[in-house]
């Protein structure tokens, strides 16, 4: 369907942008501010990581 072209188009452009702009030397920033664009430089948790090796194993499991 139409809308699950759309939402792939969405989750592909939202994933290049956290790897452009979330990407540390240890994992991911914890958040991109939304109107400069910019990782936060100040704050991480473990979290913001556990959050992204749930996505994959979800991408992986062939549901995303």
Known sequence: SSSS???DVYK???LAIV???AKTPY???SSINQR??????????INTNA????S????????G
């Not at 400069?36 to 948790?45: F, I, L, Q």
């Not at 959050?51 to 749930?54: A, E, K």
């Not at 994959?56 to 549901?63: K, S």
Request: cysteine-free; overall charge neutral.
């Open 51 to 54: 959050v992204i090796l749930q």
């Open 12 to 14: 592909r452009q939202l």
């Open 36 to 45: 400069t664009g910019e990782p936060s430089k100040t704050y991480s948790d």
């Open 56 to 63: 994959i194993a979800h991408m992986l499991q062939g549901d």
């Open 19 to 21: 790897r452009e702009k």
């Open 5 to 7: 072209a759309a939402s």
């Open 27 to 29: 994992g991911f920033a």
